[in-house]
């Protein structure tokens, strides 16, 4: 099962722990600020994946630019409306928090 991003207790631990406003507030505006930033570049973003993928040998571009291109789309969350996004961001969070993919993965 993918994970949004690793996200471990002692990183929280470091935000003064899973209940802490720095967790659950300021690191989940933080995000989403983040996101709306990228999001506000999107195009651009697209168009330089795009480019890049053009008779690339990169190995994300194997297939083709279509799979990366949607990738970035569904990470970016285009589709979700303004007022959404620090909910869908909120749920991103407690989802990758001390997930036991990513814990399996460091052992």
């Known amino acids: 099962a993918a994970v949004p991003f690793k996200l471990?207790?002692?990183m929280v631990?470091?935000?003064?722990?899973?209940?802490?406003?720095?967790?659950?507030?300021t690191l989940v505006d933080l995000c989403t600020s983040a996101l709306r930033a990228a999001r506000a570049h999107a195009d651009s973003l697209l168009a330089l994946i795009e480019m890049t993928g053009y008779r690339?040998?990169?190995l994300c571009f194997a297939s083709g630019v279509e799979t990366p291109l949607r990738q970035v789309r569904d990470r970016l969350m285009l589709e979700v409306p303004e007022e959404q996004l620090r909910e869908r961001v909120e749920q991103l969070v407690s989802l990758?928090?001390?997930?036991?993919?990513?814990?399996?993965?460091d052992e």
């Open 96 to 105: 990758s928090y001390n997930n036991v993919y990513t814990r399996a993965y």
């Open 56 to 58: 690339s040998d990169m």
């Open 13 to 25: 631990g470091v935000l003064g722990g899973p209940t802490a406003p720095l967790f659950t507030e």
């Open 8 to 10: 471990t207790r002692e």
